[in-house]
């Protein structure tokens, strides 16, 4: 059994007979569940137990997915994970956008579903240990245990994933992060070559940061090779 076990888990699925295969599955991996069916009962659920992850399907009767994510974010601070059947790059930015943490598409393979939940819960934890310090490049400021952003004194509101991909890149300024190594060092598993996850959080971020969304010159896609936090010029 893994560290990652033992969590609890909210699963937010209208889908009956999925919800009981995937409450089985993660129950026998040793994750304590509870499912909801209802997308106007998912706060108040949160609300009561806190649980440690939220699997949520977006088409969902009363609210659906993206209107929970609003509704979660930012005080419901722990990784929220979409498992939908939607497989549409524009569904997959919106989550992103509104606060989910992972993308898994329907059908997923069991083993697959646990190996994210149990990369995001590893990646929440270890989170919360990270050193007091501040990373400054120009006006930008990254204060790390607040997780806040600063850029010419003005705050920048970031998900918590975008901020983990922008201090991990601030971290290794000057040196190409590749993207098998992003992928394994952010969401706890490889790179297959396809997922277009990191492509997307990189292009909210340059635009949250006040950079050009093509050919920024301070967050660099060096083609082939992976991203490049530029240190000058901020």
């Not at 599955?25 to 998912?42: A, Q």
């Not at 609210?63 to 569904?91: E, H, M, Q, W």
């Not at 059908?107 to 240990?129: I, M, N, T």
């Amino acid at each position: 059994m893994n560290a990652a076990t033992g969590a609890s888990i909210l699963l937010v699925e209208d889908d009956v007979r999925l919800a009981e295969l995937v409450r089985g599955y993660l129950e026998k991996h040793g994750f304590r569940m509870t499912v909801v069916c209802r997308g106007d009962l998912v706060v108040a659920a949160v609300e009561r137990s806190c649980p440690d992850l939220v699997i949520l399907d977006l088409g969902l009767p009363g609210d659906d997915g993206f209107a929970v994510c609003r509704k979660l974010r930012p005080s419901y601070t722990n990784p929220i994970l979409i498992l939908t059947a939607r497989d549409d790059a524009i569904d997959h930015v919106l989550g992103l956008e509104l606060g989910a943490d992972d993308f898994v598409v329907k059908p997923v393979e069991p083993r697959v579903l646990v190996a994210r939940v149990g990369a995001l819960l590893r990646r929440s934890r270890a989170r919360d240990h990270g050193s007091p310090t501040l990373l400054t490049f120009g006006q930008l400021v990254i204060n790390l245990p607040a997780r806040s952003v600063t850029r010419a004194g003005r705050s920048i509101a970031l998900s918590r994933t975008d901020f983990d991909l922008l201090a991990l890149l601030a971290k290794h300024a000057g040196s190409i992060q590749s993207r098998e190594v992003l992928f394994r060092s952010l969401y706890g598993r490889e790179y297959d070559g396809t997922d277009r996850l990191l492509d997307i959080r990189v292009s909210q971020l340059r635009r949250k940061l006040g950079e050009d969304a093509v050919g920024s010159e301070r967050l660099k896609t060096i083609w082939g090779k992976g991203y490049l936090f530029v240190a000058d010029g901020w």
